[in-house]
Structures are given as structure tokens and as C-alpha cells.
């Protein structure tokens, strides 16, 4: 009888249960850190220079406003990622520091010292309105309000962030260890169960109520793969042991299964609240004797 050939390397020969490939840019975002947050940090290094071949006063103008300058880009690259992690998600509060705002405020001072030190006040105060005005509108302003809050326990979303920020020290602890194995594809594998985990994030982000049913995975399940990724990373870089990779994949298999279907049970359970309260609204109106075809007006009336 013919015998289907199948081997380690066959492509036939996945288990049933493995967990399907996600595309590799399934679930990111295109970063808007680029060339323009660089360049704000290498624009102002022509004052540093200039400021140790001038007078002390004017030498420490210069290094003022090169300071400024700096600082400015800085808290403009931390503004980009608080803007970048509030719209990755759905349920999120405003930055607590309007970090691209005072950026745009510092860079104008930082422009208008320069200007009042090289040339006088009019020209500061053009290098001042020029600089804030194009910094604002080169990095547009912070959110400035809270996103998909409505109805939402303030104090349970309040508990949800600390589990999440926790959880996501776990997951960034995961990625510097498996760094130390010097392996891409179990680089790869790791930010594929993250992508898992952080859907997981999403679902109690947006829904509170399920904090209770995710707390285990969320904190004891994560803590125990950032462990075991520390403690394999370890042994790996050591010994290649290609066992010891086979069966850290199985184990990331196993917890990336778990966490994908405690999610799809989460989004169930939503699902049949909902279903619950569109029937208890349904039960009270037809209490109070409101019926669908005589709520709706009739043609021609």
C-alpha cells in the first residue's frame, strides 16, 4: 500500500494542535519614530560647537538653548510612544504629561534663545514662533482625552492597568532573555506568543469584568514563561541543546494555545452577557406593552 511520506522538515507534518503561523506583521502598527525625532536630536549640536568659541556669557546661552533643544526632542520621542501605545488601544487613558506639546513649547525657547544670543529680540522671538509652530505642526499635539471609557469602572480600569503594566514587564523580560540565545526563529517564536498574550490584554482592557478569569493568566502563567525563557536562554547560548529547543517550542505551543482559547472564551462570555441584557430589555418592554410593529410608524403616516 502507498505510504504518505512525511519527516521533521515535511510540511505535512505539523501536530493538529500547533498553533497556525501568523502573518509577521499581524497585529503592528507602522512606528512614527523615524528620521524626524533623529533629526531633532542632531539639529541643535551646531550651538554646542558654536558655544566653546564664544564668550562665557554667550557660551552658556548657547549651551542653555542647546539643552533645551535636547530636552525638547527627548520628551517628544517619549510623547510619540505614549501616543503610540494609546492607539494601539482601544480603551486607554490621555497621557498624564502632554509630552509633544511642551516639546513644541521647549523647542520655540530653545530657538528663541539662540536667536536673542547670535543676533537680538526681534530675530528671537521669529526663531521662537517658527520653531513651535513647525515642531507643532511636524508632531501634531498629544491625546488629550481618554478613549472608549464610557461606562467603564474607573477604579476596575484602574486595577486592569497595574495587571497589564505587570504583565507587560514579564513579556519584555521574556524578549531580552531569548535575545541572550542568539536564535532568530525562536526570537520570532517568542513575539509570536506576545502577539498572542497582549490580545488577551486587549479583551480585558476593553471589558474589566473578565480581570477575574485573566488574573491567573496574566500574572502566574506569564511569570512562570518569563522564568522558564530566562532559564532556557541560559542553557541554550551554553549548549545548543537542540532538545532543549524542541521542547521549549512545545512549551510556548501549549501556552499560546491557552492563552488563545482563554481569550476566545473571554469574547463567549461577552458575548452571552450581551445576549442576556437584549433579553431582559426585550422581557421589560413587552411588559410595559411596547411591541416592535407598533413602535414603528406604518407607510403613509
Not at 501634531?140 to 481618554?146: A, E, Q, T, V
Not at 526563529?185 to 498572542?196: C, D, I, K, P, S
Given at each position: 500500500m502507498a505510504r504518505r511520506f512525511?519527516?521533521?522538515?515535511?510540511?505535512?507534518?505539523?501536530?493538529?494542535?500547533?498553533?497556525?503561523?501568523?502573518?509577521?506583521?499581524?497585529?503592528?502598527?507602522?512606528?512614527?519614530?523615524?528620521?524626524?525625532?533623529?533629526?531633532?536630536?542632531?539639529?541643535?549640536?551646531?550651538?554646542?560647537?558654536?558655544?566653546?568659541?564664544?564668550?562665557p556669557v554667550r557660551l552658556a546661552a548657547f549651551l542653555a538653548a542647546f539643552g533645551l533643544l535636547i530636552l525638547a526632542a527627548?520628551?517628544?520621542?517619549?510623547?510619540?510612544?505614549?501616543?503610540?501605545?494609546?492607539?494601539?488601544?482601544?480603551?486607554?487613558?490621555?497621557?498624564a504629561l502632554p509630552r509633544k506639546i511642551i516639546g513644541s513649547v521647549l523647542t520655540g525657547a530653545g530657538l528663541g534663545l539662540a536667536g536673542m544670543t547670535a543676533h537680538g529680540p526681534a530675530e528671537a522671538v521669529v526663531f521662537?514662533?517658527?520653531?513651535?509652530?513647525?515642531?507643532?505642526?511636524?508632531?501634531?499635539?498629544?491625546?488629550?482625552?481618554?478613549?472608549?471609557?464610557?461606562?467603564?469602572?474607573?477604579f476596575q480600569q484602574d486595577r486592569v492597568a497595574r495587571v497589564i503594566d505587570e504583565a507587560e514587564k514579564h513579556l519584555a523580560a521574556m524578549t531580552d532573555a531569548i535575545r541572550r540565545a542568539g536564535d532568530r526563529?525562536?526570537?520570532?517564536?517568542?513575539?509570536?506568543?506576545?502577539?498572542?498574550a497582549r490580545e488577551m490584554f486587549r479583551t480585558v482592557e476593553e471589558d474589566p469584568r473578565d480581570l477575574t478569569a485573566a488574573r491567573r493568566y496574566l500574572v502566574v502563567y506569564l511569570l512562570g514563561a518569563r522564568d522558564a525563557t530566562i532559564k532556557f536562554s541560559d542553557l541554550y547560548s551554553r549548549t545548543r541543546?537542540?532538545?532543549?529547543?524542541?521542547?521549549?517550542?512545545?512549551?510556548?505551543?501549549?501556552?499560546?494555545?491557552?492563552?488563545?482559547?482563554?481569550?476566545?472564551?473571554?469574547?463567549?462570555?461577552?458575548r452571552a452577557d450581551l445576549d442576556i441584557e437584549i433579553e431582559v430589555l426585550r422581557e421589560r418592554l413587552q411588559?410595559?406593552?411596547?411591541?416592535?410593529?407598533?413602535?414603528?410608524?406604518?407607510?403613509?403616516?
Open positions: 512525511g519527516g521533521e522538515f515535511s510540511p505535512k507534518s505539523a501536530p493538529k494542535d500547533a498553533v497556525p503561523p501568523r502573518h509577521p506583521f499581524h497585529g503592528k502598527r507602522a512606528t512614527q519614530m523615524g528620521g524626524r525625532v533623529n533629526a531633532l536630536f542632531l539639529a541643535p549640536l551646531p550651538l554646542a560647537v558654536r558655544a566653546f568659541f564664544a564668550e527627548w520628551l517628544t520621542r517619549e510623547g510619540l510612544k505614549a501616543q503610540m501605545a494609546y492607539e494601539a488601544r482601544k480603551v486607554a487613558r490621555r497621557p521662537a514662533i517658527l520653531g513651535a509652530g513647525l515642531h507643532f505642526l511636524a508632531f501634531g499635539p498629544d491625546p488629550l482625552s481618554d478613549k472608549g471609557m464610557d461606562g467603564i469602572d474607573t526563529g525562536l526570537e520570532a517564536r517568542v513575539e509570536q506568543f506576545q502577539t498572542t541543546d537542540s532538545g532543549a529547543r524542541t521542547d521549549y517550542e512545545a512549551f510556548l505551543n501549549d501556552l499560546e494555545q491557552n492563552f488563545a482559547a482563554r481569550t476566545a472564551k473571554l469574547l463567549l462570555d461577552d411588559r410595559e406593552g411596547v411591541r416592535p410593529e407598533e413602535a414603528m410608524p406604518h407607510n403613509g403616516e
